[in-house]
Protein backbone atom coordinates (compact mmCIF):
# COMPACT_ATOMS: atom_id res chain seq x y z
CA UNK A 1 0.00 0.00 0.00
CA UNK A 2 2.65 2.48 0.93
CA UNK A 3 3.88 2.24 -2.53
CA UNK A 4 0.45 3.50 -3.90
CA UNK A 5 0.11 6.13 -1.32
CA UNK A 6 3.86 7.86 -1.84
CA UNK A 7 2.55 7.72 -4.99
CA UNK A 8 -1.05 9.78 -4.76
CA UNK A 9 0.97 11.86 -2.63
CA UNK A 10 3.68 12.91 -5.06
CA UNK A 11 1.54 13.39 -7.99
CA UNK A 12 -0.89 15.84 -5.30
CA UNK A 13 2.58 17.82 -4.62
CA UNK A 14 3.18 17.99 -8.13
CA UNK A 15 0.80 20.39 -8.18
CA UNK A 16 1.48 24.02 -7.28
CA UNK A 17 -1.70 24.24 -5.70
CA UNK A 18 -1.34 28.37 -4.51
CA UNK A 19 -2.51 28.97 -8.01
CA UNK A 20 -6.65 28.38 -8.52
CA UNK A 21 -5.79 27.33 -12.01
CA UNK A 22 -3.26 24.45 -10.79
CA UNK A 23 -6.21 23.89 -7.76
CA UNK A 24 -8.96 23.29 -10.25
CA UNK A 25 -6.23 21.11 -12.01
CA UNK A 26 -5.80 19.41 -9.06
CA UNK A 27 -9.63 19.21 -8.45
CA UNK A 28 -10.02 17.09 -11.35
CA UNK A 29 -7.03 14.80 -11.26
CA UNK A 30 -9.07 14.07 -7.82
CA UNK A 31 -12.52 13.42 -9.38
CA UNK A 32 -11.01 11.29 -11.83
CA UNK A 33 -9.21 9.31 -9.37
CA UNK A 34 -11.85 8.45 -7.45
CA UNK A 35 -14.30 7.99 -10.35
CA UNK A 36 -12.29 5.44 -11.81
CA UNK A 37 -12.44 3.55 -8.71
CA UNK A 38 -16.51 3.34 -8.78
CA UNK A 39 -16.56 6.08 -6.65
CA UNK A 40 -18.86 8.92 -8.00
CA UNK A 41 -17.52 12.68 -6.67
CA UNK A 42 -19.56 16.02 -7.11
CA UNK A 43 -17.83 19.24 -7.47
CA UNK A 44 -18.59 23.11 -7.69
CA UNK A 45 -16.88 26.49 -6.89
CA UNK A 46 -16.79 28.89 -4.16
CA UNK A 47 -15.05 32.11 -5.23
CA UNK A 48 -13.58 30.24 -8.44
CA UNK A 49 -12.29 27.41 -6.21
CA UNK A 50 -13.49 24.07 -5.99
CA UNK A 51 -15.54 22.03 -3.46
CA UNK A 52 -15.63 18.57 -3.87
CA UNK A 53 -17.99 15.71 -2.00
CA UNK A 54 -18.04 11.93 -2.15
CA UNK A 55 -18.89 9.54 -0.27
CA UNK A 56 -19.20 5.76 0.20
CA UNK A 57 -21.63 3.19 2.61
CA UNK A 58 -25.01 2.82 4.02
CA UNK A 59 -26.95 6.30 4.37
CA UNK A 60 -28.15 4.76 7.20
CA UNK A 61 -25.19 4.10 9.33
CA UNK A 62 -23.16 6.47 11.61
CA UNK A 63 -21.33 9.30 9.38
CA UNK A 64 -18.03 10.39 9.44
CA UNK A 65 -16.65 13.18 7.44
CA UNK A 66 -13.18 12.96 6.56
CA UNK A 67 -12.08 16.68 5.54
CA UNK A 68 -9.28 18.09 3.48
CA UNK A 69 -7.88 20.81 1.47
CA UNK A 70 -5.99 20.65 -1.52
CA UNK A 71 -4.74 24.82 -2.16
CA UNK A 72 -1.31 25.34 -0.22
CA UNK A 73 1.05 28.57 0.30
CA UNK A 74 3.37 30.00 -2.54
CA UNK A 75 6.59 28.17 -2.27
CA UNK A 76 9.81 28.82 -4.77
CA UNK A 77 9.19 26.46 -7.99
CA UNK A 78 11.47 23.62 -6.69
CA UNK A 79 9.68 22.98 -3.93
CA UNK A 80 6.72 21.90 -6.50
CA UNK A 81 9.17 18.49 -7.70
CA UNK A 82 8.55 15.95 -4.94
CA UNK A 83 11.78 13.87 -3.52
CA UNK A 84 12.08 11.05 -1.22
CA UNK A 85 15.05 10.80 1.07
CA UNK A 86 14.97 8.02 3.35
CA UNK A 87 11.63 8.04 5.66
CA UNK A 88 10.47 11.94 4.10
CA UNK A 89 8.71 12.58 0.74
CA UNK A 90 9.89 16.60 0.54
CA UNK A 91 7.45 18.86 -1.14
CA UNK A 92 4.78 22.12 -0.55
CA UNK A 93 2.28 20.54 0.88
CA UNK A 94 3.76 17.49 1.97
CA UNK A 95 2.60 17.93 5.43
CA UNK A 96 -0.03 20.30 4.80
CA UNK A 97 -1.44 18.35 3.60
CA UNK A 98 -1.55 16.24 0.56
CA UNK A 99 0.19 13.40 2.40
CA UNK A 100 -3.31 13.35 4.69
CA UNK A 101 -5.39 13.76 1.48
CA UNK A 102 -3.75 10.70 -0.62
CA UNK A 103 -4.58 8.90 2.73
CA UNK A 104 -8.11 9.56 2.99
CA UNK A 105 -8.70 9.52 -0.76
CA UNK A 106 -7.64 5.76 -0.22
CA UNK A 107 -9.11 5.31 2.78
CA UNK A 108 -12.53 6.49 0.96
CA UNK A 109 -11.79 3.59 -1.57
CA UNK A 110 -11.23 1.19 0.97
CA UNK A 111 -14.31 1.89 2.54
CA UNK A 112 -16.41 1.48 -0.26
CA UNK A 113 -17.76 -1.80 -0.10
CA UNK A 114 -19.19 -1.88 3.18
CA UNK A 115 -22.33 -0.74 4.98
CA UNK A 116 -21.09 0.17 9.02
CA UNK A 117 -20.15 3.13 8.34
CA UNK A 118 -21.17 6.04 5.48
CA UNK A 119 -17.94 7.46 5.02
CA UNK A 120 -18.10 11.18 3.45
CA UNK A 121 -14.87 13.11 1.45
CA UNK A 122 -15.33 16.83 1.28
CA UNK A 123 -12.28 18.66 -0.36
CA UNK A 124 -12.10 22.55 -0.50
CA UNK A 125 -9.83 24.74 -2.26
CA UNK A 126 -9.48 27.89 -0.18
CA UNK A 127 -8.45 26.50 3.42
CA UNK A 128 -5.12 28.67 3.23
CA UNK A 129 -7.37 31.56 2.25
CA UNK A 130 -7.48 34.92 3.82
CA UNK A 131 -10.88 35.37 2.79
CA UNK A 132 -13.59 35.80 6.39
CA UNK A 133 -16.74 34.79 3.83
CA UNK A 134 -17.72 32.43 1.55
CA UNK A 135 -15.05 29.66 2.31
CA UNK A 136 -15.10 26.26 0.89
CA UNK A 137 -15.88 24.29 3.94
CA UNK A 138 -18.55 27.06 5.16
CA UNK A 139 -19.88 25.97 1.59
CA UNK A 140 -20.13 22.66 2.25
CA UNK A 141 -21.47 22.29 5.63
CA UNK A 142 -24.44 24.55 4.69
CA UNK A 143 -25.13 22.65 1.95
CA UNK A 144 -25.77 19.52 4.27
CA UNK A 145 -22.63 17.74 3.78
CA UNK A 146 -22.92 16.64 7.61
CA UNK A 147 -22.30 13.74 10.27
CA UNK A 148 -21.46 12.52 13.45
CA UNK A 149 -18.14 13.53 13.75
CA UNK A 150 -15.42 14.95 11.35
CA UNK A 151 -11.58 14.10 10.88
CA UNK A 152 -9.53 17.46 9.02
CA UNK A 153 -6.47 15.86 8.02
CA UNK A 154 -4.17 19.21 9.38
CA UNK A 155 -0.87 18.16 10.44
CA UNK A 156 -0.86 17.17 14.39
CA UNK A 157 2.26 14.82 14.15
CA UNK A 158 -0.42 11.85 14.96
CA UNK A 159 -1.92 13.68 17.80
CA UNK A 160 -5.28 14.23 18.35
CA UNK A 161 -6.00 18.32 18.20
CA UNK A 162 -9.33 19.10 20.23
CA UNK A 163 -8.17 22.60 20.55
CA UNK A 164 -7.50 25.35 18.08
CA UNK A 165 -6.25 28.92 17.89
CA UNK A 166 -8.48 31.98 16.73
CA UNK A 167 -7.73 34.18 14.21
CA UNK A 168 -7.94 37.60 14.82
CA UNK A 169 -6.38 39.74 11.41
CA UNK A 170 -5.26 43.18 11.49
CA UNK A 171 -4.35 46.38 9.30
CA UNK A 172 -2.70 48.95 11.51
CA UNK A 173 -2.16 52.28 9.44
CA UNK A 174 0.40 54.25 11.24
CA UNK A 175 1.53 57.99 10.64
CA UNK A 176 4.61 59.89 10.38
CA UNK A 177 5.77 63.51 9.37
CA UNK A 178 7.54 63.82 5.84
CA UNK A 179 10.68 64.54 5.19
CA UNK A 180 13.87 64.88 2.45
CA UNK A 181 16.02 61.67 3.07
CA UNK A 182 19.42 63.80 3.80
CA UNK A 183 17.43 65.65 7.04
CA UNK A 184 15.44 62.66 8.49
CA UNK A 185 15.78 64.14 11.83
CA UNK A 186 13.20 66.72 10.39
CA UNK A 187 11.03 63.80 9.89
CA UNK A 188 9.04 61.12 11.88
CA UNK A 189 9.47 57.78 9.67
CA UNK A 190 6.46 56.06 10.12
CA UNK A 191 8.18 52.78 9.15
CA UNK A 192 10.07 52.97 11.90
CA UNK A 193 7.27 54.00 13.73
CA UNK A 194 5.32 50.29 12.53
CA UNK A 195 8.23 48.75 13.95
CA UNK A 196 7.37 50.13 17.04
CA UNK A 197 4.07 49.64 17.00
CA UNK A 198 4.14 45.69 16.25
CA UNK A 199 6.42 45.47 19.05
CA UNK A 200 4.05 46.81 21.29
CA UNK A 201 1.54 44.74 20.07
CA UNK A 202 4.23 42.31 21.07
CA UNK A 203 3.93 43.49 24.98
CA UNK A 204 0.43 43.51 25.20
CA UNK A 205 -1.58 42.06 28.12
CA UNK A 206 -3.14 39.46 25.62
CA UNK A 207 0.23 38.08 24.69
CA UNK A 208 1.23 36.40 28.08
CA UNK A 209 -1.92 34.18 28.02
CA UNK A 210 -1.72 30.86 28.66
CA UNK A 211 -3.86 27.76 29.05
CA UNK A 212 -3.38 23.85 30.01
CA UNK A 213 -2.77 23.12 26.06
CA UNK A 214 -1.02 26.69 24.40
CA UNK A 215 1.97 28.40 25.96
CA UNK A 216 0.35 31.64 24.49
CA UNK A 217 -0.99 33.70 21.83
CA UNK A 218 1.07 33.91 18.51
CA UNK A 219 1.55 37.48 16.90
CA UNK A 220 3.13 37.81 13.54
CA UNK A 221 4.18 40.39 11.17
CA UNK A 222 2.92 39.35 8.01
CA UNK A 223 3.02 42.62 5.27
CA UNK A 224 4.63 45.83 5.33
CA UNK A 225 4.11 48.43 3.25
CA UNK A 226 6.23 52.05 3.51
CA UNK A 227 7.42 55.18 1.35
CA UNK A 228 6.53 56.54 -1.93
CA UNK A 229 10.48 57.37 -2.29
CA UNK A 230 13.56 56.76 -1.78
CA UNK A 231 14.84 60.50 -0.74
CA UNK A 232 11.86 60.46 1.41
CA UNK A 233 10.78 60.13 5.11
CA UNK A 234 7.74 57.82 4.90
CA UNK A 235 4.78 59.62 6.24
CA UNK A 236 2.60 57.04 5.92
CA UNK A 237 3.30 52.99 6.63
CA UNK A 238 0.22 50.18 6.74
CA UNK A 239 1.20 46.68 8.44
CA UNK A 240 -0.82 43.39 8.47
CA UNK A 241 -0.32 41.91 11.90
CA UNK A 242 -2.04 37.96 12.04
CA UNK A 243 -3.29 37.43 15.68
CA UNK A 244 -3.95 33.73 16.74
CA UNK A 245 -5.52 33.73 20.48
CA UNK A 246 -6.86 31.45 22.32
CA UNK A 247 -9.89 29.46 22.85
CA UNK A 248 -10.70 31.29 26.14
CA UNK A 249 -10.03 34.56 25.03
CA UNK A 250 -12.15 37.62 23.74
CA UNK A 251 -11.00 38.62 20.20
CA UNK A 252 -13.24 41.96 21.11
CA UNK A 253 -10.69 42.61 24.26
CA UNK A 254 -7.71 41.92 21.88
CA UNK A 255 -8.97 44.02 19.38
CA UNK A 256 -9.32 47.36 21.99
CA UNK A 257 -6.09 46.52 23.34
CA UNK A 258 -4.46 46.99 19.93
CA UNK A 259 -6.96 50.07 19.34
CA UNK A 260 -5.12 51.52 22.31
CA UNK A 261 -1.99 51.69 21.18
CA UNK A 262 -1.13 55.47 19.61
CA UNK A 263 -1.16 57.37 16.46
CA UNK A 264 -2.26 53.88 14.77
CA UNK A 265 -5.56 53.09 13.24
CA UNK A 266 -6.88 49.77 13.25
CA UNK A 267 -8.70 48.28 10.72
CA UNK A 268 -10.26 44.28 11.14
CA UNK A 269 -9.15 41.96 8.21
CA UNK A 270 -11.15 39.01 8.86
CA UNK A 271 -11.89 36.59 12.14
CA UNK A 272 -12.01 33.07 12.44
CA UNK A 273 -13.44 31.25 16.07
CA UNK A 274 -10.94 29.26 17.86
CA UNK A 275 -12.11 25.37 17.81
CA UNK A 276 -13.03 23.53 20.75
CA UNK A 277 -14.00 19.86 21.25
CA UNK A 278 -15.15 17.16 24.23
CA UNK A 279 -12.57 14.97 24.70
CA UNK A 280 -14.39 12.47 26.05
CA UNK A 281 -16.83 12.11 23.21
CA UNK A 282 -16.89 7.65 22.06
CA UNK A 283 -16.06 9.31 18.77
CA UNK A 284 -13.26 10.92 19.76
CA UNK A 285 -11.85 7.85 22.66
CA UNK A 286 -12.69 5.15 19.31
CA UNK A 287 -10.16 7.63 17.22
CA UNK A 288 -7.63 7.95 20.42
CA UNK A 289 -7.72 4.14 21.17
CA UNK A 290 -7.44 3.29 17.18
CA UNK A 291 -4.60 5.42 17.33
CA UNK A 292 -2.79 4.48 20.27
CA UNK A 293 -3.27 0.67 18.79
CA UNK A 294 -0.76 1.87 15.67
CA UNK A 295 2.11 3.86 17.04
CA UNK A 296 3.79 4.89 20.31
CA UNK A 297 3.28 7.64 22.62
CA UNK A 298 -0.18 9.25 23.93
CA UNK A 299 -2.53 10.15 20.84
CA UNK A 300 -4.53 12.69 23.68
CA UNK A 301 -4.63 15.61 23.01
CA UNK A 302 -2.91 18.57 21.45
CA UNK A 303 -4.23 22.40 21.16
CA UNK A 304 -3.41 22.97 17.23
CA UNK A 305 -1.71 26.83 16.73
CA UNK A 306 -3.00 27.33 13.37
CA UNK A 307 -6.38 27.99 13.07
CA UNK A 308 -8.59 24.91 12.04
CA UNK A 309 -11.53 24.97 9.39
CA UNK A 310 -13.36 22.25 12.11
CA UNK A 311 -14.79 25.43 12.88
CA UNK A 312 -17.31 24.92 10.27
CA UNK A 313 -18.37 21.90 11.59
CA UNK A 314 -18.43 22.72 15.14
CA UNK A 315 -20.67 25.94 14.58
CA UNK A 316 -23.45 23.46 13.41
CA UNK A 317 -22.60 21.17 16.42
CA UNK A 318 -20.70 18.18 14.88
CA UNK A 319 -17.96 17.08 16.57
CA UNK A 320 -14.70 17.73 14.42
CA UNK A 321 -11.12 17.27 15.45
CA UNK A 322 -7.71 17.91 13.42
CA UNK A 323 -5.54 14.62 12.72
CA UNK A 324 -2.43 14.20 10.48
CA UNK A 325 0.46 12.46 9.54
CA UNK A 326 4.41 13.11 11.07
CA UNK A 327 6.06 15.99 9.65
CA UNK A 328 7.45 19.06 10.20
CA UNK A 329 8.07 22.54 8.05
CA UNK A 330 4.42 23.60 6.97
CA UNK A 331 4.68 26.71 5.31
CA UNK A 332 8.47 26.69 5.20
CA UNK A 333 11.28 26.12 2.82
CA UNK A 334 11.95 22.52 3.91
CA UNK A 335 8.17 20.85 4.11
CA UNK A 336 8.20 16.95 4.78
CA UNK A 337 6.12 14.37 5.65
CA UNK A 338 7.44 10.63 7.15
CA UNK A 339 6.30 7.80 4.64
CA UNK A 340 5.96 5.50 7.54
CA UNK A 341 3.90 7.89 9.72
CA UNK A 342 1.64 7.96 6.39
CA UNK A 343 0.86 4.33 6.51
CA UNK A 344 0.32 4.56 9.94
CA UNK A 345 -2.61 6.89 9.75
CA UNK A 346 -4.39 4.96 6.79
CA UNK A 347 -4.01 2.39 9.28
CA UNK A 348 -5.17 4.74 12.18
CA UNK A 349 -8.04 5.57 10.28
CA UNK A 350 -9.00 2.29 8.87
CA UNK A 351 -9.41 0.65 12.13
CA UNK A 352 -11.13 3.66 13.51
CA UNK A 353 -13.85 3.32 10.83
CA UNK A 354 -14.48 -0.32 11.32
CA UNK A 355 -14.88 -0.12 14.82
CA UNK A 356 -17.27 2.87 14.52
CA UNK A 357 -19.42 3.63 17.39
CA UNK A 358 -23.04 3.44 17.34
CA UNK A 359 -24.65 7.12 16.90
CA UNK A 360 -26.17 6.77 20.30
CA UNK A 361 -22.92 6.63 22.73
CA UNK A 362 -22.75 10.00 22.23
CA UNK A 363 -26.81 10.96 22.87
Not at 274 to 283: C, G, H, I, S, Y
Not at 342 to 350: F, M, S
Given at each position: ?6 A ?25 W????GI ?5 E ?11 G ?12 L????G??G????R???D ?12 A ?6 T ?84 L ?30 R??G ?5 K ?13 L ?26 P ?19 A?H?G ?25 F ?17 S ?9 S ?12
Open positions: MSGELVLATRLIGYDTSEPEAVLEAAGFVKGLEAREASHDVRGLPVMRAEVSAEAPTVILHGHDVVPRPQFDPVEGRLYGRGAYDMKGLAVMLLTAAMRDQDRVRVRLGIVGDEESEEGAERGSDHLVDGGFLGDFAITGEPTDLQIGVEAKGVLALRLEVSGVAAHSATPWLGDNAVKALDVFRSIESLPFTRHSSELFDRPSVNLGIWGDALNVPDRCAIDVDIRYPDQDPASLLDQVRGLPDTEVTPLFTRPAVVDRDLAFVRALREAAAHDEPMSVGRDGASDAVSFLRVGVPAVEGPVGEGHHGPGEWVSISLETYRQTLDFLRAIPDRDRDD
